[in-house]
């Protein structure tokens, strides 16, 4: 094991030239960043859900009520044991052929059928108010952490100077501030790596644990190689969207219409503005030639620049998506989605029967879906939830 690891943590790798993990050993002047600080990270991964949940249940769902969030979830089907093994064992979206069976061998019309196979499927959703306190909780926790950047970095140098990022490496001291902010951070995406297992499912899951995954690696891997100013200001960039983000969330949630179209819009350009504007030309142009110009060429540089650049690829997804819906706000007066992140996969649903011999009860589209295929959070007026 000591051989793996000490393959793994090559110097020449890891390092520029003429630096050693010698040179980032905590000394009695100077902290550095230390590989075993990161151990921290698990059990504060652990106490930021505990806190989750207690903050989910005391705080956000007592705001909810008092706001009329709707407690309640979907309504349910009504038993029926030969639908129940259709819908758990073979399909969950029968086809005409399927319908018209079931149609004879229960007796029922075929509209029953399609209306019993729609409340099933929406069973599975999760209730409004469970939505708003997932959001509440985040919002809170992206305020409170941006915020604490914030007030960081306006003391700091590399703020308005990103050569500052490389001055003197390696021997940056370790800050107690930088520790902190970046050991919160890291705790904060690894209880979202596990938790976003029991979240409400979305359908961008892939592209957000991919995104989870690579914001962990840069984290661990900037810390141990004392790369960290940089890292400051990739954390505080990130955290400034995912604010008015969940903050629209939850004024849809709300049924303000009107405040959640503003939100969201207000999202729209700060998260253009930030991920396809601010990101390239601040972030990833130190990283890619102000680190080469200071300290050389090294293979870890393009394993840091590689992940840098996978999420600038992230950003222009979301941001395709994000602008296809403000196009849509702007051109029909009102958000009819969100592309990003809110609605579980399970809720995007398409009738089988042609529209022609629907019912309208039938073929009303779900509020929380669309045509263009968008994860979306805002529900069109036009748009009508499932009975």
């Known amino acids: 094991m000591a051989g793996i690891l000490a393959w ?20 009695e002047e100077a902290a550095f960043p230390q590989a075993e600080d990161l151990y921290l990270a698990f059990p504060l991964a652990f106490c930021i859900f505990m806190i989750r949940l207690l903050f989910e249940r005391f705080i956000a769902k007592p705001c909810a009520l008092g706001l009329k969030v709707q407690a309640n979830g979907p309504q349910k089907a009504q038993p029926n044991a030969i639908l129940e093994k259709v819908f758990t064992a073979i399909t969950k979206h029968p ?3 399927r319908l018209e069976g079931l149609s004879k061998q229960l007796d029922w019309d075929v509209r029953s059928i399609q209306r019993w196979f729609r409340q099933r499927r929406n069973q599975e959703k999760p209730s409004t108010l469970r939505k708003f306190c997932e959001s509440m909780w985040r919002f809170t926790f992206y305020l409170y952490i941006f ?26 001291p370790l800050m107690p501030d930088l520790h902190y902010y970046y050991i919160v951070e890291l705790s904060f995406y690894w209880s979202l790596m596990f938790s976003q297992f029991i979240d409400v499912k979305r359908k961008d899951f892939g592209i957000m644990f991919t995104h989870h995954i690579v914001t962990v690696t840069l984290i661990t891997f900037s810390y141990v190689t004392n790369l960290t100013r940089a890292g400051t200001l990739i954390l505080c960039l990130h955290d400034a969207a995912d604010i008015v983000l969940e ?15 503003l939100l969201f819009l207000t999202f729209a350009v700060v998260f253009i503005v930030s991920r396809l504007g601010i990101y390239p030309l601040w972030i990833l142009n130190t990283t890619l030639f102000e680190l080469y110009e200071a300290l050389g060429n090294f293979p870890a540089l393009w394993v840091f620049n590689v992940l840098l650049i996978v999420l600038q690829i992230l950003h222009c997804f979301w941001s395709y998506l994000i602008i296809k819906a403000a196009y849509k706000a702007i051109s029909k007066g009102k958000v009819a989605k969100d592309a990003r992140s809110d609605v579980e996969s399970s809720s995007d649903e398409e009738e089988t029967v042609p529209r022609s011999k629907a019912p309208h009860s039938a073929i009303a589209t779900n509020g929380t879906s669309g045509a ?16």
């Open 147 to 172: 915020t604490y950047g914030v007030r960081f970095l306006k003391k700091t140098p590399w703020l308005w100077n990103t050569r500052q990022c490389w001055s003197g490496y390696p021997y940056q």
């Open 95 to 97: 086809d005409e052929k």
């Open 8 to 27: 793994f943590w090559n110097e020449r790798f890891w390092l520029p030239h003429n630096v050693t993990w010698a040179d980032l050993q905590s000394t």
């Open 372 to 387: 263009n295929g968008t994860n979306g959070y805002l529900t069109g007026a036009t748009c009508s939830e499932e009975h």
């Open 247 to 261: 903050a629209a969330k939850m004024a849809n949630y709300c049924k303000c219409q009107k405040l959640s179209d």
